[in-house]
């Protein structure tokens, strides 16, 4: 079992940075895959970015690509999403997520994923 704790969201204004942080209990996480996902009022939760247990692969999101950055430090059981270039439609919660598969064809589903934190909230203004 993991438990996630997402950190590091807040307010930022359009251009800005933010780093937000998922912390990960139990033993085994550098056994996961681990993703981020986020939901913003009204629409459904989306894939943002994914990385594999030791951090050699990731894949983005096309809206998260060049702008988003997704590493891991297993031995601080801690994966990372740092946010450069923020735009209002960036604004949601941002959810960490872990599985115990790397899959290039269905890392971007949610429903692949067996654990999830509680989110954190991003908010960008204008």
């Known amino acids: 079992q993991v438990q996630l704790v997402e950190s590091g969201g807040g307010l930022v204004q359009a251009g800005g940075s933010l780093r937000l942080s998922c912390a990960a209990s139990?033993?085994?996480?550098?056994?996961?895959?681990m993703g981020w996902f986020r939901q913003a009022p009204g629409k459904e939760r989306e894939f943002v970015a994914v990385?594999?247990?030791?951090?050699?692969?990731?894949d983005y999101a096309d809206s998260a690509k060049g702008r988003f950055t997704i590493s891991r430090d297993n031995a601080k059981s801690t994966v990372y999403l740092q946010m450069n270039s923020l735009k209002q439609e960036d604004t949601a919660v941002y959810y960490c997520?872990?599985?115990?598969?790397?899959?290039?064809?269905?890392?971007?589903?949610?429903?692949?994923?067996?654990?999830w934190g509680q989110g954190t909230q991003v908010t960008v203004s204008s």
């Open positions: 990385v594999n247990w030791n951090g050699g692969s990731t």
């Open positions: 997520a872990g599985r115990l598969y790397w899959s290039a064809y269905d890392n971007g589903s949610s429903k692949q994923y067996d654990y």
């Open positions: 139990g033993r085994t996480f550098s056994r996961y895959t």
